[in-house]
């Protein structure tokens, strides 16, 4: 009888906890409520940081930037591991991304809600170095080449401009 009371007590004791670890199973961390905050941008890349998100009964293991072309239509992901900065690569020139972080924790839980949005655009492309070809670009090349010419000339030397 002493056993058939030990086993009852040891299978309640289990089912009054369990409920408690399929809820830790459960659970998500935190979510982030600030605004990420634009570190850099360049014309294929930008720089983001955020704040970490409070430890709590759930721990966060890393976080994860998702960000596209639309607001609120995030197609694509990049996981940044236990860091609050990224450097999100490979975009578009010129052109407008949103962008929103989640935290996750060891299971693979994310956060419920997105950070808030953040929009931004990428700078242009720059333009070329190289000197415009035809007439105009001549002139002035010459210009220059006579102007320099002139200068050595006068100082003495015996070279001619060509």
């Known amino acids: 009888m002493k ?4 086993i009852l ?7 009054l906890i369990k ?3 399929s809820l830790a199973q459960d ?18 890349e930008i720089s983001l940081r955020w704040d970490l ?24 992901i990049k996981a940044v591991g236990y860091f609050n900065r990224a ?5 578009t020139p010129d052109t407008v991304y949103y962008f929103a972080v989640k935290a996750m924790d060891e299971q ?12 931004v655009k990428t700078k242009s492309s720059a ?13 002035l090349v010459g210009l220059s080449l006579l102007a320099g010419g002139w200068q050595r000339w006068k100082k003495g030397r015996s070279d001619k401009i060509k």
């Open 53 to 76: 998100v409070q430890q709590g009964d759930f721990p966060v293991s890393g976080y994860q930037v998702y960000y596209g072309t639309q607001s609120g239509n995030y197609t694509e």
């Open 87 to 91: 450097v999100i690569k490979n975009l």
């Open 19 to 21: 409920p408690s670890i």
């Open 127 to 139: 333009p070329s170095t190289l000197p415009e070809t035809g007439p105009a670009a001549t002139i």
């Open 3 to 6: 056993f058939l009371k030990l």
């Open 108 to 119: 693979g839980n994310e956060s419920l809600n997105f950070s808030p949005e953040i929009e």
């Open 27 to 44: 659970s998500n961390p935190a979510n982030i409520n600030t605004l990420p905050e634009v570190l850099a941008v360049e014309e294929k």
């Open 9 to 15: 007590a040891s299978l309640i004791a289990f089912a």
